[in-house]
């Protein structure tokens, strides 16, 4: 019993010594200004000072409309017969009680948090009250949050425009009503967040502006919800010092909601106050969260198109700003964001990579396109920031039509850039002659990131590989944030990305759900092309894993036929430097002797794949799967002139697993019970095949991996 108190005992002082250097190394890495702010918002929430500044205004003002809508028959024309069914179903879908969350299958629209209701501070400090019985025991907070956005508000909005049917103003009605009830001011759950509730007021000024013509509004319905847009409103500052702390698209969307309120509640005593101060913080956002060359602090395809959204909302309701100087540089800016992430857009199906963090979150639905499709925030975003369209005419046009963007100018060409220095991404080569086979040619993106900002998956060098509109290899998303283990945001981590781990080690220090320590600095050291036109090749590496003396460097190289090869060089560090950096195969081959020789560690390539029918050859360690076009065939192996030479050193060994939706279908062990699985959008999960190559050996060693698809 005593030697179990002195284990139990040195197992504490090891934990406590672990937080400390985290503590640390959170203080160096995330810099004194953002755990200021933070600890000042936990001072607030423990202190009371919080509870206190969240004030009711009782003050009435009359709604002022933000927007410019469109006339019926614009839209109609737009709509088409199609759109207008689809449109009209899903509104449909909502007044029978179903939405469609993340953008997924409908579900019960819930807007009655469960059990009694506290003030919402209590839930941040974990107040037993509010925490304990059937309070507040939600699975994810986000499955209570996102009905709360009132996103579907915005479909119902458009249908009756559409329509004039006053089913659907009546439906908005009943529901927000039943939701004021359930969630008195700053009681409840979906008050936590000022974020949720920046973005709840956006949708409400929407719907008293919309439904203003409706029979169902009335007088006392607009007052009321005039009265709760300035409550909302005036939740937001108290807590602004958290979304500062964050310096994401928690700054953005709370500084858009205190705009639109000051625009929409002129008359309020408080507008003013509002406007000015999301002015200042929804300016200061664009200029530290977007980099120079587009990209966005959050490393998230998803956050991008949120914080575009949020910049064209911004734009439409407070256009009298868009000619200033500061009005003109973020246009800039904002432009540089729209094409970056058109750079990542497959052109045949307008899908992206699911790079980064996914919570589902399309805040502005203004558009009958699936929640994949990323062409109507870039076509709004190119007309409203370029001044041009980035497509031709089509149905991803409503959600400019909606936020009044237009151009006469000529349409810019919408396909990417051959390469972008920052991006990563490399097109396959057209052949010669010109294929209808080859129409659709096949690209890929490789991620290569110096982070200057938080790193929300450890994913350097993921390789994200396109064909014909098919997403081959794949990122795995995001599926939950705060479920139980083992989902607890587990698709953040290096395993289940298409790179490879070493030791079975993540490439940064998880130090906790949201949180990534010792940031893996990756980019890209070389772009070649063959004289004669027949490949091209992208070559980047990262030090995530100097810790272990290893450097992970990663080719792509395109073939004019069409296939791709994938060379995983893992070098050996000494000394605090690479050996052998020349990147051409015979002066690495000379570089490398038995003096820097590493010792033998475990490597683990994956790729995740379609779930698609399969053959697996395992002598020829090669999988083949069928895709609606044909069978696609990856081939692994090692590349024989990284052997080492010297005939005293074992051999590597090479071995395969597949896994398939947390199953081991070959190879030894059980599987993670997060292998073989990708999540779409938040919430949702699919089986996918896992494809791990296995190699033990000593450095340098390369795995390769080549890509063949049909002719």
């Known amino acids: 019993m005593v030697q179990s108190r002195e284990y139990g005992l040195q197992d ?6 672990h937080r400390i250097i985290l503590a640390f190394k959170a203080f160096r890495q995330l810099g004194p200004r953002s755990l200021a702010l933070y600890a000042w918002y936990q001072v607030g929430l423990h202190t009371g000072i919080l509870r206190w500044r969240s004030v009711v205004s009782s003050q009435q003002s009359a709604i002022r409309g933000v927007l410019e809508l469109p006339c019926r028959e614009s839209l109609e024309a737009l709509l088409g017969e199609a759109g207008r069914r689809a449109l009209i179903a899903e509104a449909d879908e909502i007044i029978a009680g179903q939405v469609r969350l993340f953008g997924s299958d409908p579900v019960p629209l819930e807007l009655i948090p ?6 919402w501070t209590a839930y941040e400090t974990f107040n037993p009250s509010a925490r304990s019985g059937q309070a507040f025991q939600p699975s994810d907070i986000k499955l209570i949050w996102e009905p709360a956005r009132f ?10 425009h559409l329509s004039g049917d006053e089913r659907y103003a009546a439906a908005f009605w009943r529901y927000a009503e039943t939701f004021w009830d359930a969630n008195p001011v700053n009681r409840g759950p979906n008050w936590i967040s000022a974020q949720e509730v920046a973005l709840r007021l956006m949708a409400f000024v929407f719907a008293g502006q919309v439904f203003a013509p409706s029979g169902s509004t009335t007088p006392e319905r607009l007052a009321r919800l005039a009265g709760t847009i300035a409550e909302h409103a005036a939740r937001i500052p108290p807590t602004l010092s958290y979304a500062r702390s964050q310096n994401n698209n928690h700054l953005l969307s709370e500084a858009a909601g205190l705009i639109t309120a000051g625009l929409a509640l002129p008359d309020h005593p408080a507008a003013s106050r509002w406007l000015a101060l999301g002015r200042k913080w929804f300016d200061w956002g664009l200029q530290h969260q977007i980099a120079a060359d587009g990209a966005y602090c959050q490393h998230s395809v998803n956050y991008h198109r949120l914080m575009l959204q949020l910049a064209l909302w911004v734009s439409a309701v407070d256009g009298q700003r868009r000619d200033a100087p500061a009005g003109r540089l973020y246009r800039s800016r904002l432009a540089s964001a729209m094409r970056w992430l058109l750079d990542l857009l497959d052109p045949e199906t307008g899908r992206v990579p699911n790079l980064g963090p996914n919570d589902g979150a399309y805040i502005l639905p203004l558009t009958v396109l699936p929640f994949s499709d990323y062409r109507p925030v870039l076509q709004a975003a190119s007309l409203a920031f370029l001044g041009e369209p980035a497509f031709e005419a089509g149905a991803w046009d409503e959600m400019a039509l909606w936020l009044k963007v237009e151009s006469s100018k000529l349409k810019v060409s919408s396909q990417p850039s051959t390469l972008r220095q920052a991006q990563g991404r490399l097109f396959n080569l057209q052949p010669t002659p010109p294929s209808t086979l080859h129409a659709s040619p096949s690209w890929a993106y490789l991620r290569a990131e110096k982070f200057t900002s938080r790193p929300g998956h450890a994913d350097q060098l993921h390789l994200d590989l396109w064909w014909r509109g098919l997403n081959v290899a794949q990122d795995a998303g995001t599926y939950l944030y705060n479920a139980p283990p083992p989902w607890d945001n587990a698709l953040t981590r290096t395993a289940v990305h298409n790179t490879v781990t070493v030791n079975g080690r993540d490439q940064m220090t998880h130090a906790g759900r949201f949180l990534w320590l010792d940031w893996a600095q990756g980019g890209i050291i070389a772009h070649e092309q063959d004289p004669g036109g027949e490949w091209e090749r992208l070559v980047a590496k990262h030090n995530g894993y100097r810790r272990f003396g290893v450097i992970h460097q990663r080719a792509v190289t395109a073939f004019r036929d069409g296939r791709w090869l994938i060379e995983d060089q893992l070098l050996k560090v000494e000394g605090g430097r690479l050996k052998g950096m020349n990147l051409q195969p015979a002066t690495l081959r000379q570089a490398f002797t038995t003096q820097n020789a590493a010792q033998g560690r475990l490597y683990n390539l994956n790729w995740l794949l ?12 090669s999988l ?16 024989p002139n990284f052997q080492p030479s010297p005939s005293n050193l074992p051999p590597a060994t090479f071995n395969i697993r597949l896994s398939r939706a947390g199953e081991r279908l070959y190879g030894l062990g059980a599987a993670s019970p997060v292998e073989g699985w990708t999540s779409p959008t938040y919430g949702t999960k699919i089986p996918a095949l896992s494809l791990t190559v296995e190699a033990t050996g000593d450095l340098p060693l390369c795995l390769t991996s080549e890509w063949l698809f049909p002719e």
Do not use: C, M, N
């Not at 469960?114 to 003030?119: E, K, S």
């Not at 379609?610 to 360690?621: Q, S, T």
């Open 114 to 119: 469960p059990g009694p209701v506290q003030h």
């Open 610 to 621: 379609p779930d698609w029918p399969y053959e697996l050859d395992v002598e020829a360690l």
């Open 151 to 160: 996103g579907w508000a915005f479909t119902l909005g458009r249908a009756y």
């Open 624 to 639: 083949r799967i069928l895709s609606p076009f044909g069978w696609i065939t990856l081939k692994t192996g090692i590349q």
């Open 12 to 17: 504490a002082r090891v934990t406590l010594l």
